[in-house]
T-cell receptor, first 111, second 115 residues
Framework: RKEVEQDPGPFNVPEGATVAFNCTYSNSASQSFFWYRQDCRKEPKLLMSVYSSGNEDGRFTAQLNRASQYISLLIRDSKLSDSATYLC????????????FGSGTRLQVQP | SAVISQKPSRDICQRGTSLTIQCQVDSQVTMMFWYRQQPGQSLTLIAT?????????ESGFVIDKFPISRPNLTFSTLTVSNMSPEDSSIYLCSVELAAGANVLTFGAGSRLTVL
């Protein structure tokens, strides 16, 4: 079983749609959770951290369920510029400060 | 934020040769990491570059194949030794800018093709 598993994608959605990505992680000791965005041929960039109580940043909402070891990302009112690969990322729960990346879910927003 | 410069940005190399990738940060950082992203795959951590001591390697990666230097808090190098086509990948330097935040910022990556 992969340490971090994501929806396989790709997701093809029209502009204005709401889309949700899911992620599960296997390490119950993980303490930090993130969503990164990676544009084609670019480096990953932090989209948002994910907090236990859930958090929102504009059109983006992240949720964490520790009991189920499940993370989600909701994007409302999709824009063409949201087209990218979204990576679910978790810490390894030790003092090493290493992060484990999911394989990513590709989103293509169409006009 | 910090500026992370990686070079080379890309290279094409012959089998059996070695390539050293440099990562320069414009501010001092405690944690520096090297990741690999193979074609169509996600990121895999190669090692943590430790300043003044040997790097900490992840399972499946060894020092002989991926020697790493970290002479100070702003600079690190990763060497890919005795390359084979399977080493064709993007190699990314990353740093933790805010100590304890566990948030990574990445360099633009070095795209390596081995023929």
């Amino acid at each position: 079983r992969k340490e971090v598993e994501q929806d396989p994608g790709p997701f093809n959605v029209p502009e204005g749609a709401t889309v949700a990505f899911n992620c599960t992680y296997s390490n119950s000791a993980s303490q930090s959770f993130f969503w990164y965005r990676q544009d084609c041929r670019k480096e990953p960039k932090l989209l948002m951290s994910v907090y236990s109580s859930g958090n929102e940043d504009g059109r983006f909402t992240a949720q964490l369920n520790r009991a189920s070891q499940y993370i989600s990302l909701l994007i409302r009112d999709s824009k063409l510029s949201d087209s990218a690969t979204y990576l679910c990322v978790v810490s390894d729960g030790t003092g090493r400060r290493a992060l484990t990346f999911g394989s990513g879910t590709r989103l293509q927003v169409q006009p | 934020s910090a500026v992370i410069s990686q070079k080379p940005s890309r290279d094409i190399c012959q089998r059996g040769t070695s390539l050293t990738i440099q990562c320069q940060v414009d501010s001092q950082v405690t944690m520096m990491f090297w990741y690999r992203q193979q074609p169509g795959q996600s990121l895999t951590l190669i090692a943590t570059a430790n300043q003044g001591s040997e790097a900490t390697y992840e399972s499946g990666f060894v020092i002989d194949k991926f020697p790493i230097s970290r002479p100070n808090l702003t600079f690190s190098t990763l060497t890919v030794s005795n390359m084979s086509p399977e080493d064709s990948s993007i190699y990314l330097c990353s740093v933790e800018l805010a100590a304890g935040a566990n948030v990574l910022t990445f360099g633009a990556g070095s795209r390596l093709t081995v023929l």
